[in-house]
Structures are given as structure tokens and as C-alpha cells.
């Protein structure tokens, strides 16, 4: 089982599971492999509490499935939760570029000269992080590019002024990232081949084109589907 040393911080739970994800998303814990409340905790030096509500709480996320009386193992999703995943996806972010065009910032703000500089800046922030995440696209760098990507999403959705909204939509975003890194990380070379639209969708939106917002995003997803069935089709 991998595993960086002892967590001893005060918030084990959140730790653990956060750990865990990244070691799914990380494609060093694989699709259907099982593993015990006691095995977590001994990897990380923990008390099973702590490691048995995180994996709670990743079965919860859609991340682990309970196997009965043999403990967890990662969830194995197939292309058409992807594509599941998408259709939900797209039907969540298109109301947030209505939204977000019609109100400025966020929910309650309507459109006036004096959100303009509020808005302008939020956005420049969201900009800010989708730079990065191109960086990573385009030289490949998967796991610099979910870690940005993650971020840009769950920043561009916060806009929104809805938490529960954007919760749903980062777990969405997980999910995807989830099934789709099982096909990816048996690429040796991903430059070139990622999306690297982030830049392009910021700047839809700021020019308040809901139109072009979704274009991008369907643009988007076209090319991360295709791109997994051309793999899982070897």
C-alpha cells in the first residue's frame, strides 16, 4: 500500500480521505483494489476511527465501494459513467455561465457599473489558476493538471454563490478525473493531447457570451471522451 509517513495533525478524517483521493487520482491505487480499515491505519500510523470514517465519507464521494466483510476497494467506473458524468456536468455549469453573465460575481449581485471591478478581479483569479492549469496540459504533467484543474472549477463555481451547487459539481469533477486517469496513466507521453481550454472559457464569460461559454465546454468534452474511448479501445 503506498503511503508518505504518520498523519498527526487534529483533523485525521479529512486528512486521510484527502490522501486516499489523491492516491486514486495519482492512478497508485487502481479500479478494484481492495484494502482494510486496519491496513489504512497502520499505513499511516492512526488510531481505525479516524481511517474508517474517511472511507466512509470516499464511499459517500463515489470514490470506494464497501465490499462486505472485506473492507473497501476502488470504485471501477466505465465510459458510460463518463459520459453520465458529462450530460450532469454540463446541465450544472451551463446554469452557473447564465447565471454568473446575467448577475456579475455571483447570486443576488445584478449587473451594475459597480460590480464590474469585483467581477473583473474574481475572474482574473479564476484566469490566474487556468493558466496554470494549461501549463500542465500542454507539457503533459497530469498531475499538475488535475490539481489546477480541481482548483479552477471549484473557484470558477464558488462564483456562483450557491456552496452546494459548486460541492456537487467539484465531486462531479473528482468522479471524472477518477474514471478517466485509469485510461491516461498508461499513456508514457500526454503533451499535446490534454484540454487546455480554461484561458478560453474565463474570457466568455467576461465577455458575458454564455453562447461561446458552452462551446468551449462542449468543445471540451468531445475531446476528453473521445480521447478516453481511443485509449480504452487500445
Known sequence: MPGNGAVTR???RQQIADALRDEVLAGRLQPGQEFTVKEIA????????????ALVDLSAQGLLDAVQHRGFEVRAYSLDDYRGMIEARSLVTDGIFHRLIEDGVGAGHRRSAADDPRRTAALAAVRRRGEEAERAATAGDLNVLIGYDLRFWR???????????ADFLHRLRVQSWVCAVQH???VTDLKGR?????????????????????????AYNAHSLALLERLAAG
Open 42 to 53: 497502520e499505513q499511516y500510523g492512526v488510531s481505525a476511527t479516524p481511517v474508517r470514517e
Open 155 to 165: 473557484e470558477l463555481s464558488a462564483l456562483y454563490g450557491n456552496p452546494y451547487l
Open 10 to 12: 487534529s483533523t485525521l
Open 184 to 186: 491516461l496513466r498508461r
Open 194 to 218: 490534454l484540454w487546455a481550454g480554461h484561458t478560453e472559457l474565463v474570457d466568455a464569460l467576461a465577455r458575458r457570451d454564455p453562447a461561446a461559454a458552452h462551446a468551449v465546454v462542449a
